[in-house]
């Protein structure tokens, strides 16, 4: 058990809707990433956020949005939803703003599948 | 340009014979590697992880992998495989000089026939 939690687990919906997943780091993490990984693409780093702020951004889409909330649990909002939206979003937490090699650890992920 | 390669999208081996899980890499400067592995159902955990100490690094569950810089390989291995190791595995190169900015490779898919 990595100590971060990650709801739902599964979220099945249709396309236009909109969903949010939710995620709360380790105990004591700062630091909360988000990434999807589907079947085309692999694993791609979303976004990071640390203590609140965003710090850095990778492959997000505009109608994906996410925010850090004061007790460091993170959302990811995704919006106007597409078949190939459909995947695995992890989230990930580490104590530090820069991420430091080996120590990011990973929730089980929340499948969305969009009908 | 710095990437990650994960030669084999998927290996299959034999219960209690050697495996092998192929990983290069590219990048201007010595990176930090690590492999990562996710049972089904699971986020991923870390298996090891190289930070320019011995280039033979131990991991968990018997796996280890070398750091080859002439060859930028970070192969990972194990003696005897399990059943248990069926599950997917992501080598990963990480850049000191880039923010630690991480990528993932696409993944090999261990399955381990009986």
């Known amino acids: 058990d990595s100590g971060v939690t990650q709801t739902p687990k599964h979220l099945i919906t249709a396309t236009g809707q909109r969903v949010t997943l939710r995620c709360s780091p380790r105990s004591g993490d700062l630091s909360v990433y988000w990434y999807q990984q589907s079947l085309d693409q692999g694993l791609q780093f979303l976004i990071q956020?640390?203590?609140?702020?965003?710090?850095a951004k990778g492959n997000i889409l505009e109608r994906f949005s996410a925010q850090q909330f004061p007790d460091l649990h993170s959302e990811l909002n995704l919006s106007s939803l597409e078949l190939g939206d459909s995947a695995l979003y992890f989230c990930a937490s580490s104590p530090t703003r820069v991420p430091v090699p080996g120590e990011l650890f990973f929730g089980e992920g929340s499948r969305l599948t969009v009908l | 340009a710095q990437s990650v390669t994960q030669l084999d999208s998927h290996v299959s081996v034999s219960e209690g014979t050697p495996v092998l899980l192929r990983c290069n890499y590219s990048s201007s400067y010595s990176p930090s590697l690590f492999w990562y592995v996710q049972h089904p159902n699971k986020g991923l955990q870390l298996l090891l992880k190289y930070t320019s100490a011995a280039t033979l690094v131990k991991g968990i569950n018997g796996f280890e992998a070398e750091f080859k810089k002439s060859e930028t390989s970070f192969h990972l291995t194990k003696p005897s495989a399990h059943m248990s190791d069926a599950a997917e595995y992501f080598c990963v190169v990480s850049f000191p000089y880039n923010n630690n900015d991480m990528r993932f490779g696409a993944g090999t898919r261990l399955t381990v026939k009986p």
């Open positions: 956020y640390y203590n609140g702020e965003e710090r």
